[in-house]
């Protein structure tokens, strides 16, 4: 793990605007920064990003967040490899904290495979292009395909000579230990020899997030009806071939900014279709889809597009991970490519524009067509038919989010027509199907986050009426606004012996937060404040733009929004003076915290008005009568103070 002081240390180097501006050209407003969203596609610029506030907003799309979150959203990083990726800008020595002996010596063996496979890239690649076997053999195959330098250079493809062990020569002559050159699996131990595995191959380089190389795939040249058209990188501490898309480093931000994915079965369908300008396309390597391989892919989005060969092992293979691709709410369809070709020799057949408008054009719907498939296999065999309705409703009810519920109905209604059956039969043994999961997946909504996936990390009940949900929109941005004057004003004079936040916190105990805020994770963030505050730290927003926990961080990213400012030529239309928030701190702290003491009294003041409507004795309704006028008597002085006038 990396140490806190190394994180502190990147923190505080941390340039939004030089971060930002590596990646998109930004231009200065105000003071703010403003440029063309990279997550959508737009022609006026509504990105915008704030030096002093250290976080962008785009007023597009809606895309908000801090410069590590920027880094994970644009590159597709983790936390830590946004960490290392800033360290590695910054020139920070990350220190890592004390791990255990078996974590370390995991570390280091995954250290020193990277280091050799990319080694290894240089060495195919330097073969390829600067040798004359590699010029004549493979170099010249490659372009025999139609494959371009650049596209080549781009995907750092390579050459492994026919001779026994020259690469294993190379890297025994630079010293990298043998063990680790095994388990790599370019090299293999023969008559107590290393030897090349890859002989004779083109070598295609897999790629992590971060665009490191973490395996290889060989592709055989000549025709040797003996040996596999393709060799892969052996499962090691960094190679899972579960875990892995090719091509996904250079399509993740092609698919972001399409919104979908396209699925491909080899590497040179990937290259090919980069070659057209078809860049967010990935390949499975012909395996079925994993879980690891679908989360991965909804890093990127939820529309997953299936373009496999025509013939029957195309479909076979187009279907295989249907079901889980399912589960994980990708919206999924299929494309098989006609007349015996597969990606890349239709593309390089018909060109990109005839091939992408293909692809628009002859989209199925995956389930369908399963049922499709399916009902054509049975043909009249009535045993076979049934097994289809049960294999069908099974399918149906994994599409079981609540968003998908249209979805599901549309379904059961299109494939009952398809099946010829009663369509409430179908109804009935979907949702069989789906009391069985329930019981399967409670475990796992157990393990959950305790937060929901939105910002606010609260989600209305259903069928909340518009009245009621305006009042809750109303109440979540005072809480909002309570939370903001704290994060920004906390720290400023209150009195001549007080600051904000000790004025706040003598105002309200630590148990009347959760009386107070109805959204827990604001809670959450005011505790933490006040944890930081008393332990002697002096909390500002940085301190949960950066924090670990991505639920507050991107909670308070939102609630300190990038606002629109007062333009500069104001006075040239306008005499007087505009205040300023941070002139009118001490209003806002005041007002935004009264809110919530006076929403407080008017709950207590209903809730003692049912109470009142029930059965009491004489002297149980006198203190209840009591009671109300006390609390109406606060809610008066209250409003007098807040200047303000409540309507029943």
């Given amino acids: 793990m990396i140490s806190q002081n190394s994180i502190q240390q990147i923190l505080s180097r941390i340039d939004i605007i030089e971060v930002v501006g590596t990646f998109i050209k930004l231009r200065k407003r105000g003071t703010s920064y403003l440029g063309l969203c990279p997550f959508h596609n737009e022609k006026t610029p509504s990105f915008t990003v704030s030096p002093a506030k250290e976080i962008y907003k785009c007023f597009g ?7 590590i979150g920027f880094l994970m959203e644009h590159e597709k990083y983790s936390y830590v490899e946004a960490l290392r990726w800033l360290a590695n800008r910054y020139n920070v020595e990350i220190e890592e904290t004390e791990t255990s002996p078996e974590f370390k010596a995991l570390q280091q063996t995954a250290d020193s495979l990277y280091i050799i496979n990319g080694f290894a890239q240089k ?13 004549d053999i493979a170099l010249s195959y490659l372009q025999e395909r139609g494959f371009r330098e650049e596209i080549i250079k781009k995907f750092g493809l390579g050459y492994n000579s026919e001779q026994r062990d020259s690469f294993a020569k190379a890297a025994i002559a630079a010293q990298y230990n043998p063990d680790y050159l095994q388990k790599t699996g370019l090299v293999v131990l023969r008559d107590e020899k290393l030897v090349d595995n890859y002989r004779g191959r083109i070598i295609f380089p897999i790629h992590n997030q971060s665009g490191k190389v973490l395996g290889f795939g060989a592709r055989i040249i000549k025709k040797n009806d003996r040996a596999p058209k393709y060799i892969n ?4 501490e960094i190679y899972v071939k579960s875990k892995l898309l090719y091509g996904s480093y250079f399509a993740r931000m092609a698919i972001d ?5 396209l699925l491909v079965e080899g590497y040179t369908d990937v ?19 994993t879980p690891d391989q679908l989360r991965l892919i909804r890093k990127y989005t939820n529309n997953l597009t299936i373009i496999y060969d025509g013939d029957n092992a195309g479909i076979k293979a187009a279907l295989r991970g249907l079901d889980l691709a399912l589960e994980e ?5 299929l494309v098989l490519i006609p007349d015996g070709e597969d990606p890349d020799s239709y593309v390089n057949k018909v060109g990109a524009a005839a091939f992408t408008s293909f692809i628009a054009q002859n989209k199925k719907d995956v389930i369908l067509f399963q049922l499709e498939i399916a009902l054509r296999d049975a043909g009249n065999d009535s045993n076979k038919k049934s097994a289809v309705v049960n294999q069908i409703a099974e399918t149906i009810a994994r599409v079981n989010k609540a968003e998908d519920f249209t979805k599901q109905q549309d379904y059961i209604k299109r494939c009952s027509q398809m099946l010829r059956i009663e369509e409430s039969g179908l109804h009935t043994l979907v949702n069989k199907f789906i009391r069985e999961r329930v019981v399967k997946e409670e475990g796992r909504r157990n393990r959950e986050d305790a937060f929901p996936t939105g910002d606010d990390g609260q989600t209305p009940p259903a069928g909340t009426d ?10 979540e941005m005072q809480e909002r606004a309570f939370v903001r004057s704290l994060l920004e004003w906390g720290l400023k004079p209150w009195t001549e012996t007080q600051r904000v936040a000790d004025y706040v916190f003598e105002e309200i105990a630590e148990n009347q937060l959760d009386e107070l805020i109805d959204n827990k994770a604001l809670v959450r963030v005011t505790h933490l404040y006040k944890a930081w505050y008393n332990e002697g730290l002096e909390p500002t927003p940085k301190n949960f733009l950066y924090y670990d926990d991505l639920t507050l961080s991107t909670l308070v990213v939102n609630i300190m929004d990038v606002n629109a400012e007062i333009s500069p030529n104001w006075k040239e239309h306008y005499e007087g003076h505009i205040a300023t928030r941070e002139e009118l701190f001490r209003e806002e702290v005041f ?9 407080k009294i008017k709950r207590l003041i209903d809730e003692n008005q049912l109470d009142l409507e029930k059965p009491h004795t004489a002297e149980e309704q006198i203190i209840l009568l009591q009671t109300h006028q006390h609390l109406k008597q606060m809610e008066i002085s209250l409003t007098k103070t807040l200047g303000t006038v409540i309507y029943r």
């Fill in 233 to 236: 990188t052996p499962e090691n």
């Fill in 123 to 135: 060495i195919f690649s330097e073969a390829l292009f600067n040798t004359d076997e590699g010029r």
């Fill in 466 to 475: 518009d009245a009621v949900l305006a009042l809750l929109q109303k109440d």
């Fill in 257 to 261: 900014k399409a919104d979908e994915c």
């Fill in 61 to 67: 799309c809606g895309r908000s967040g801090n410069t």
């Fill in 271 to 289: 290259v090919s279709l980069h070659q057209a300008g078809i860049e967010n396309v990935v390949a499975s390597g012909g395996t079925a889809l």
């Fill in 329 to 333: 709410s990708l919206n999924v369809q």
């Fill in 591 to 599: 007002s935004t915290l009264n809110y919530l003491k006076l929403r």
